[in-house]
């Protein structure tokens, strides 16, 4: 796993919303006091891997979950380890569980902390 910088500094509200989300998601784990890495399981990109002491938690961030489609989940279902494994959204609709992995409104999510 590599450290990347994603942060936009310039032209924020110009980049692309899922792009916008991701660099919130990133800045409020930051906040949060997690190390954060982007992450890769054979192949698949795993948005953001948080750490904070023996803590460590996978995030997919999207801004809705597609009908009939796995793509944001499978990138987490099939790491093999116990850790928790959580995907953002924007839709709150969405909000739930699959296959153990959280799927939660980022609105809530934030208002959580």
């Known amino acids: 796993m590599s450290c990347q910088l994603i942060i936009y500094t310039t032209r924020f509200l110009?980049?692309?919303?899922?792009n916008q989300l991701e660099n919130i998601v990133y800045?409020?784990?930051l906040r949060r006091g997690y190390q954060v890495t982007i992450g890769d399981y054979e192949g698949s990109e795993i948005d953001f891997v948080a750490r904070k002491g023996g803590e460590v938690v996978y995030y997919q961030v999207t801004q809705r979950l597609p009908d009939n489609s796995t793509r944001e989940t499978d990138n987490l279902r099939y790491i093999p380890d116990g850790y928790k494994k959580v995907v953002l959204t924007l839709n709150?609709?969405?909000?739930?569980?699959?296959?153990?992995?959280?799927?939660?409104?980022v609105v809530d999510w934030m208002l959580e902390a």
Not at 14 to 18: A, D, K, M, V
Not at 92 to 105: P, Q
């Open 14 to 18: 110009s980049q692309p919303l899922g």
């Open 92 to 105: 709150m609709f969405d909000a739930g569980s699959v296959d153990g992995i959280e799927i939660k409104y």
């Open 27 to 29: 800045l409020e784990l």
